[in-house]
Structure formats: structure tokens, C-alpha cells
T-cell receptor, first 113, second 113 residues
Framework: DTGVSQNPRHKITKRGQNVTFRCDPISEHNRLYWYRQTLGQGPEFLTYFQNEAQLEKSRLLSDRFSAERPKGSFSTLEIQRTEQGDSAMYLC???????????FGPGTRLTVL | AQSVSQHNHHVILSEAASLELGCNYSYGGTVNLFWYVQYPGQHLQLLLKYFSGDPLVKGIKGFEAEFIKSKFSFNLRKPSVQWSDTAEYFCAVNRRRDDKIIFGKGTRLHILP
């Protein structure tokens, strides 16, 4: 499968624990985006990268959230000290710069107990 | 701030009925417009997009959308729906190529066989 992949697909954690998600974009896609989707809502932008540079972060991305893309390929999204309000589907998308067409992965569903 | 409003949260139609899903956006400048679809158990995928040119855009699976700048609208249409069109549909916008995408809350479409 040459699409965007995300791991894990599901994560259940206890409040206060740290979690890390991984996104592998489509090969040669230099842009990578993270979105969050809660029940009954559309995806909401969190942050995006061009190669390894993080270009924009949403105000939704509190200081408990950090994202990296160290070599301009895969990306990780870490949430520290998880809260119940962090429960959501975390979506990753990638695109080729200039195309303005984002391809989405299957998402990681986080449940915080 | 940009926002996208989808008129209907849940639509139920019988097969062969015509479909129109409403979408309005708030931003007054140049925008790029999208409709994404999420079939049950699958990830978000692009249905169609408008960047410039002919305001009537044709997408996959017989869908089309019309951009009406004066009404800030980008409604999705299909003349005759099929049971396989059961899915959630998201209208979305961005201001510049490769920028973050702002999504509406989505419309759940249920087609009765």
C-alpha cells in the first residue's frame, strides 16, 4: 500500500499518561499535516511541516502537544499528560508542495480513560 | 477567521433520488474549495476540488459542485444517488496552495436501497 499510513490505529490510555503517534506519508511528499477530529465535527488543523520544518501550529496545539519530522520523512505527534478531552481521531495527511491536494491516512483513534 | 458551514447534518434519500448538499464559506478573498468523502470504515478521500476557472467542477463517481462566488457557496450535487454513496461528506476550504484546510462539520448521507 503506497498511501499514508498511521500507527497505531487505536490507542487506549489512562489520563496523565504520554502517548506518541506515528505518520508515514506517501513517498516523496514533502508536506505533512496533522488534524484532529472529534465526534460530530470535521477535521481541525493542528500543525504542518514542509520537509523537516514545522511551518504552522494551531492554537489547539497546547504545550502538551509536540510534533516532529526529524528527517523530513515520517512524523510523530506526542501528547504529554493526556486528558479526557484529548480523546479524538488524529489524522495525518501529506501532499506534494504546489499540488494543493492532501491525501489522508486512516487515523489513530485515541481514547483517554 | 475562516469557517465552513454545511447546511444539513444528516440526509436520508432513496436510491435514484437527486442530491444537493449545501456549503457556504466565510472568507471573502480568493479560496480553493474541496469536497471530501469518508465511506464507512475508510479514510477521507478527495471527491472534487475547485481552484480556478470553470465554476462547475466534476468529480469522481458522478458528483459535481458549483462555485458561486457571489453567494460564497460550493454546493455538491449528484443527479441520481446509489446505495454505495452512503458516506459522510465534508466541504472544505483553504486560502493558499498547500495551506491548512478548514473543514465543515460534515453531512451524513444515508441512501435507502
Amino acid at each position: 500500500d503506497t498511501g499514508v499510513s498511521q500507527n497505531p490505529r487505536h490507542k487506549i490510555t489512562k489520563r496523565g499518561q504520554n502517548v506518541t503517534f506515528r505518520c508515514d506519508p506517501i513517498s516523496e511528499h514533502n508536506r505533512l499535516y496533522w488534524y484532529r477530529q472529534t465526534l460530530g465535527q470535521g477535521p481541525e488543523f493542528l500543525t504542518y511541516f514542509q520537509n523537516e520544518a514545522q511551518l504552522e501550529k494551531s492554537r489547539l496545539l497546547s504545550d502538551r502537544f509536540s510534533a516532529e519530522r526529524p528527517k523530513g520523512s515520517f512524523s510523530t505527534l506526542e501528547i504529554q499528560r493526556t486528558e479526557q478531552g484529548d480523546s479524538a481521531m488524529y489524522l495525518c495527511a501529506s501532499s506534494i508542495g504546489g499540488s494543493n491536494e492532501q491525501f489522508f491516512g486512516p487515523g489513530t483513534r485515541l481514547t483517554v480513560l | 477567521a475562516q469557517s465552513v458551514s454545511q447546511h444539513n447534518h444528516h440526509v436520508i434519500l432513496s436510491e435514484a433520488a437527486s442530491l444537493e448538499l449545501g456549503c457556504n464559506y466565510s472568507y471573502g478573498g480568493t479560496v480553493n474549495l474541496f469536497w471530501y468523502v469518508q465511506y464507512p470504515g475508510q479514510h477521507l478521500q478527495l471527491l472534487l476540488k475547485y481552484f480556478s476557472g470553470d465554476p462547475l467542477v466534476k468529480g469522481i463517481k458522478g458528483f459535481e459542485a458549483e462555485f458561486i462566488k457571489s453567494k460564497f457557496s460550493f454546493n455538491l450535487r449528484k443527479p441520481s444517488v446509489q446505495w454505495s454513496d452512503t458516506a459522510e461528506y465534508f466541504c472544505a476550504v483553504n486560502r493558499r496552495r498547500d495551506d491548512k484546510i478548514i473543514f465543515g462539520k460534515g453531512t451524513r448521507l444515508h441512501i435507502l436501497p
